[in-house]
């Protein structure tokens, strides 16, 4: 009689409780969308349970101030399928884009572009305007370096 169990068989195990937990969480992902409107249904992006509360996520507080107003029906539509242990709702946003946002590159003007601000400066009559635009001439040659 072998007693002994093979690393493979712990693995599955492992493996098929890690099914059943998405399992559970895509059903209750499942009954919230279906305990709203389709629009607003779309913006629910997870639902977790934490002790008796459910958590829903969202991606902007537009879509979480609806959310509020399901929220008995959301928690009796749940009761219904099995989860009667929920007593609250906490609504959470969450951003659905995950990746950083990419820096903007500004295009720096060529040395030619300067001069001719500087060139600029030197004709003018208007001293303000004058003072003005070598500043700007300035500023360009530093930020171009």
């Not at 208007?126 to 171009?144: C, G, I």
Request: one cysteine or more; a positive charge.
């Amino acid at each position: 009689m072998n007693t002994f169990k093979t690393a493979k068989s712990y693995q599955l195990q492992i493996l098929e409780k890690h099914q059943q937990k998405i399992k559970q969480h895509l059903s209750l992902l499942n009954i919230i969308k279906k305990s709203v409107t389709k629009p607003l249904s779309d913006h629910i992006l997870h639902g977790a349970i934490l002790n008796t509360s459910l958590v829903i996520y969202t991606n902007s507080a537009l879509w979480a101030s609806q959310l509020h107003f399901y929220q008995s029906a959301i928690l009796k539509n749940l009761s219904l399928n099995g989860f009667t242990t929920l007593k609250s709702l906490h609504i959470k946003i969450i951003s659905s884009e995950v990746s950083p946002k990419s820096k903007v590159s500004l295009e720096r003007p060529s040395e030619k572009n300067i001069a001719l601000v500087r060139h600029c400066s030197d004709s003018m009559q208007d001293e303000k305007l004058k003072k003005a635009l070598l500043k700007l001439s300035k500023t360009l040659s530093n930020k171009s370096n």
